[in-house]
């Protein structure tokens, strides 16, 4: 048992295994309350909604990786919701079809200037972030305020994040496996991957070592704008309308899944895999405490305590005499 | 060390403070010369008490940054005690009196446990915070489920109000600045908690006690959260536990910090340029307001506004003369 600890402690794989015991512990919890938490049903129904916070985290991840912090995403996903029902307002039919894309492009355009704000102006990431979601709220409240764009999602939007076209299978759930295949070919089998986690490490050694640092970080947060505004578009078509302030409730549960999941949060160190067991772990946890018709505060207080309590198990820093 | 040599050099270490303190001067200036009233008591109380409380939770926020630190939980421990004192700061003056005492001591504690966590624990501030932040966020939902409460009404008004001719929050604010920030930072462990900011391994082999300092400087900024809490209820008369208002306060606290000239990355910058820097982002809302512009702009000029100002850092780039020194 111990031999076994020690080696998931050296290849760094420890978090995921533990994350996901941790994740087996709360099915099995749940139960013990009902049997209904076990049926392939509620399980399918649960990734279909982890596949919204999978796409956030996944940009959360990569930024976090770089040694960095994305505080713009509540925004950013608003943006991705709202633009991409404006645009079919606006064109009819012809919108319809741009209405995805158009609604990535512009996320992926605010993480441009996120990305030219950290890398090449310097200034820290959890500030210049900070104030493009404030920039992009001003946006959004200057678009829809004045007239009534369209709010309703497309049928496209609709089929993406709440049809089940392939054997069952959610198709938001099939877009989160696409993400995610994407994202770790471009850790592990791209030079810009690589590149990623040597940023993380140690920015002035990767500078050294011929890596094109700023553009690297432009890149991260393009991908992660882009991101945060893919998870607007497909819960857009979840909830069928665009709303203000939808995004909230996705920065804090995307860091926290990212951290759950051992990606180190000061950068360098981390694995996809591990974010997908975090998703998965805070969906479940949260579902279950709905479920269980515990009140919000101790929804809240139990959140905390878990997260806190598990990074205590296996995500300790090292002490300073090591 | 000549005078003038000793004022260059604190000049430019105090290059922040005294940038933020100006912004703020012509800011309000502008604000004041705009305005139909203009500078009379009942105007200045109401931009006072508009502008302490931010102020109080941005030097909150200071403590953590200056050890290189973060505390994500001060918008939910001001929540709390907001939440708190709805309940306990009520009845005869006696009652009201000890009601603030446990407001500010549930305050310390908050900020205490963070403090214990990030030590002994060894977890990152930044992810710890964001997590006993919820904690505290519940525990606020759980003693307020939905808006109301009172408070002791003799003391909200001399507390609001201007009954010595300047507006009491602004004396509260000094007494804070006085009681807590000044002693902190001429104090050994004020000392150690900027050392740990600048070079934490540094420090550590210069037998800086890094865990007291850290501890003290965690519990520190709760009872500071608490004081602003406490003061809201002043403000609002009631309690409320709103995770806007928290994620708000947070995130303007920080916003507050870097405008004050203080460094994200720790070791330098004042509580006191926070305070300035809270100042400022407060009377820039106002500004629009006096300016009549369209209610609906505002959002997004304020926006582009604290972009431009959390910016003006990169000028700094223009005097990097090896281009090492711009990688970290």
Avoid at chain 1, 174 to 181: D, E, F, H, I, S
Wanted: hydrophobic share 55%; with cysteine.
């Amino acid at each position: 048992m111990n031999a076994l600890v020690l080696r998931l402690k050296r290849s760094g794989q420890l978090p995921v295994a533990a994350a996901a015991l941790c994740t087996l512990g709360l099915l099995l919890i749940g139960s013990l309350y009902s049997s209904n938490f076990l049926s392939a049903e509620y399980l399918l129904l649960q990734l279909q909604i982890a596949s919204f916070l999978g796409v956030v985290a996944t940009g959360a991840m990569l930024v976090i990786l770089l040694g960095g912090i994305d505080l713009s995403v509540p925004w950013l996903v608003t943006v991705g919701g709202v633009m991409s029902a404006a645009v079919a307002g606006w064109w009819g039919g012809a919108g319809a079809a741009f209405a995805i894309p158009f609604g990535i492009a512009c996320g992926a355009l605010l993480g441009l200037v996120n990305g030219i704000g950290v890398a090449y102006l310097r200034v820290p990431s959890m500030i210049f972030t900070l104030g493009i979601n404030a920039v992009a709220q001003g946006l959004i409240v200057v678009h829809t305020g004045g007239f009534a764009p369209q709010d309703r999602a497309t049928p496209a939007m609709h089929l993406i994040a709440t049809g089940r076209s392939f054997f069952g299978l959610p198709n938001a759930l099939l877009v989160w496996v696409a993400v995610g295949t994407a994202t770790m070919f471009l850790l592990h089998r791209t030079a810009l991957g690589r590149a990623i986690y040597a940023v993380g490490n140690r920015e002035r050694a990767a500078y050294l070592s011929g890596i094109d640092t700023r553009r690297v970080t432009l890149l991260v947060f393009v991908i992660a704008g882009a991101c945060s505004a893919a998870a607007g578009v497909l819960l857009t078509g979840y909830s069928t309308k665009a709303y203000q302030a939808m995004g909230d409730a996705y920065l804090l549960p995307a860091i926290a899944a990212v951290v759950l999941g051992g990606t180190h949060i000061l950068g360098g160190r981390g694995s996809y895999l591990g974010t997908v067991v975090g998703v998965v772990l805070i969906t479940l946890l949260q579902s279950i405490l709905s479920v269980m018709q515990i009140p919000e505060m101790g929804r809240q207080v139990t959140y905390g305590v878990v997260i806190i309590v598990m990074l205590l198990v296996y995500g300790r820093g090292r002490r300073m005499s090591e | 060390m000549t005078t003038h040599a000793a004022w260059r050099y604190h000049l430019r270490a105090q290059r922040g403070l005294y940038g933020a303190a100006a912004m703020f001067v012509v800011i309000f200036a502008l604000y004041i010369a705009k305005h139909p009233v203009g500078w009379t008591l009942p105007v200045l109380t109401t931009a006072a008490n508009k502008g302490v409380l931010l102020a109080i939770v941005a030097m909150a926020q200071t403590l953590p940054v200056l050890t290189s630190g973060i505390d994500l939980s001060v918008g939910m421990v001001f929540v709390l005690a907001n939440c708190l004192a709805s309940h306990l700061v009520v009845g005869t003056p006696l009652q009201a009196a000890l009601g603030i005492v446990v407001v500010l001591a549930a305050g310390a504690l908050c900020g205490l446990i963070n403090g214990l966590i990030i030590v002994f624990g060894r977890l990152q501030p930044i992810i710890t915070t964001l997590a006993t932040g919820t904690v505290y966020f519940g525990l606020a939902l759980g003693l307020r489920p939905v808006p109301g409460g009172q408070v002791h009404a003799g003391m909200a008004d001399a507390v609001t109000g201007a009954p010595l001719g300047v507006p009491s929050l602004l004396l509260v604010l000094l007494a804070v600045v006085v009681l807590v920030w000044v002693p902190y930072r001429k104090s050994a462990i004020g000392r150690a908690a900027l050392a740990i900011g600048s070079s934490e391994n540094a420090a550590y082999m210069s037998g800086v006690p890094i865990g007291r300092a850290k501890i003290v400087t965690y519990t520190l900024a709760g009872l500071l959260a608490a004081i602003g809490g406490l003061l809201l209820t002043f403000v609002t008369y009631s309690g409320e536990a709103s995770s806007a208002i928290g994620g708000t306060y947070t995130l303007n606290s920080i916003a507050a910090v870097v405008i004050g000239g203080t460094s994200l990355a720790g070791g330098a910058g004042s509580a006191i340029g926070s305070v300035f820097g809270a100042l400022v982002l407060r009377t820039i809302g106002d500004l629009l307001f006096v300016f009549d512009l369209e209610p609906l702009w505002q959002p997004l000029f304020q926006g582009v506004i604290l972009l431009v100002a959390v910016s003006l850092g990169a000028l700094q780039l223009l005097k990097v003369t090896n281009r090492l020194e711009v990688f970290k």
